[in-house]
């Protein structure tokens, strides 16, 4: 199993910035891609940004330019900074991991793992 705490959430002033952190604990050798979705009151849940284990990238559209997604994986922490905030942004923002069974780890579960989330507002 995996356990993921995020951090960092709070009241940011429009066009500030702010960095999410996500400490993952467990069976973390068995996660390979990493990411950050939120979700806006009234909203479904939408992907922000995923790196996978071989640092490949992917950003929403509404994101790209703005925040940048990283990891420490000697921490174990997944990092999301985010710059020039828009209102548009206020969020529950959650991290999620991708556990995989492969032949380096078999017994691994094939599964999502999410944290409880963290919530960003931001102030026009």
């Known amino acids: 199993q995996v356990q993921l705490v995020e951090s960092g959430g709070g009241l940011v002033q429009g066009g500030g910035s702010t960095r999410l952190s996500c400490a993952a604990s467990?069976?973390?050798?068995?996660?390979?891609?990493m990411g950050w979705y939120r979700q806006a009151p009234g909203k479904e849940r939408e992907l922000v940004a995923s790196i996978t284990s071989e640092w490949r990238t992917k950003y929403a559209d509404s994101v790209k330019g703005r925040f940048t997604i990283s990891r420490d994986l000697a921490k174990n922490t997944l990092y999301l900074q985010m710059n020039s905030l828009k209102p548009d942004d206020t969020a529950v923002y959650y991290c999620?991991?991708?556990?995989?069974?492969?032949?380096?780890?078999?017994?691994?579960?094939?599964?999502?793992?999410w944290g409880k989330g963290t919530l960003v507002t931001v102030a026009s």
């Open positions: 467990g069976d973390t050798v068995c996660i390979s891609a």
């Open positions: 999620n991991a991708d556990s995989q069974s492969t032949l380096r780890v078999p017994w691994c579960e094939d599964m999502d793992y």
